[in-house]
Nanobody, 124 residues
Framework: QGQLVASGGGSVQPGGSLRLSCAAS????????VAWFRQSPGKEREGVAA????????FYADSVEGRFSVSREAAKNTVCLQMNALKPEDTALYYC?????????????????WGQGTQVTVSS
């Protein structure tokens, strides 16, 4: 159910920037929310940002507020995550998720569709 393709990961130094993209099918993109999660080795997957694709409302975890920005490109059925002032603790595999079914925007169990993940490494 749903198709999501995440891209844009890479390696940067602390303080650098990366921009992730999540390309969705038209049906998936229009299905209320798209969220970004991340997971580091040995840690649980955590939500970092979400966007209401219809109204444009955005939501952020405290750990990324002010540094990350989530946006939508409706013509491309794409949601982007601009990540600035990156820190080593931002290193993780980043996933986009869609088909929200309720239960909290940053709840892993609240989504029925997931992308394949894109690696972000922040290191000097």
């Amino acid at each position: 159910q749903g198709q999501l393709v995440a891209s844009g990961g890479g390696s940067v130094q602390p303080g650098g920037s990366l921009r992730l993209s999540c390309a969705a099918s038209a049906y998936t993109y229009s299905n209320n929310y798209v969220a970004w999660f991340r997971q580091s080795p040995g840690k649980e997957r955590e939500g970092v940002a979400a966007i209401d694709t219809e109204r444009g409302f955005t939501f952020y975890a405290d750990s990324v507020e002010g540094r990350f920005s989530v946006s939508r490109e409706a013509a491309k059925n794409t949601v982007c995550l601009q990540m600035n002032a990156l820190k080593p603790e931002d290193t993780a595999l980043y996933y986009c998720a869609a088909h929200y079914k309720g239960g909290g925007l940053f709840n892993v169990a609240a989504y029925n569709a997931w992308g394949q993940g894109t690696q972000v490494t922040v290191s000097s």
